[in-house]
């Protein structure tokens, strides 16, 4: 059974940082981009970042370039969103995906596989 599950939201204040973890189980998660997505109340989710299997690739959305990374430790099946300079419209619940292909990763409804999702909230 494949699983993804995220970690490591919660609330921090406008300027703070917050480190997200989906742990992947069930599948061989070398062989999938994964991705990080997120969805404020009322809205669809939304494209945040996006990393290649092997790691050599990035692509991140434009409201979060600079401020949060992709990583992803094949060894541990882990991936990882680093959020740095945090700002109240960062919040919303984060979502990881994992895409057999790295050209369609972008798209939330194209994934083959999704977590449950962690809340961040990012208080003014």
């Not at 690739?57 to 300079?85: C, E, H, P």
């Not at 990881?96 to 596989?113: F, K």
Request: neutral net charge.
């Amino acid at each position: 059974q494949v699983q993804l599950v995220e970690s490591g939201g919660g609330l921090v204040q406008a300027g703070g940082s917050l480190r997200l973890s989906c742990a992947t189980s069930g599948l061989t998660s070398s062989y999938y981009a994964m991705g990080w997505f997120r969805q404020a109340p009322g809205n669809e989710h939304k494209f945040v970042a996006v990393i290649s299997s092997s790691g050599g690739f990035t692509y991140y959305a434009d409201s979060v370039k600079g401020r949060f990374t992709i990583s992803r430790d094949n060894a541990k099946n882990m991936v990882y969103l680093q959020m740095n300079s945090l700002k109240p419209e960062d919040t919303a619940v984060y979502y990881c995906t994992a895409d057999r292909t790295y050209s369609t990763a972008r798209s939330y409804d194209n994934a083959d596989y999704w977590g449950q999702g962690t809340q961040v909230t990012v208080s003014s």
